[in-house]
């Protein structure tokens, strides 16, 4: 996943709600997004679901940017299963994503997250 993009999803996504599109620290947003990568090649796991886990909760607690983390997280993570073959698709309803939020008030580990994304991603 490109820096650039995920940058660029922050923009888009805090010029929505009017916050402020702020980057405060471009080497942990690097570090964030290189964790998928680590995974893959020093664990050899090649599941969609763990590399997006750890790359949504990676970007999310970087706090790369002054607003928008997770939604940024999220964002990229979609992205991230999209582009290496698979489908996201999750219902338009708020409680999934209350579920997933649950990892940053302890409700949800990481094993809990990468769940969440087998759950919605499928080989196309």
Known sequence: MPIEA???F????????????????????????AHPWNVWVYFMD???AVLAARLYTGIADARAFAAGNKRTALRAA????????YDFTMPSQRHPIERLLGYFDGRLGQSGVVEWFRLWTTPR
Not at 78 to 85: L, M, Q, R
């Open 78 to 85: 979609i992205a991230f299963v999209e582009a290496n073959g």
């Open 6 to 8: 995920v940058i660029a």
């Open 46 to 48: 090649r599941d969609i």
């Open 10 to 33: 922050n923009a888009d996504d805090v010029a929505k709600t009017g916050e402020p599109h702020e980057m405060r620290d471009r080497n942990a947003l690097q570090r964030a997004i």
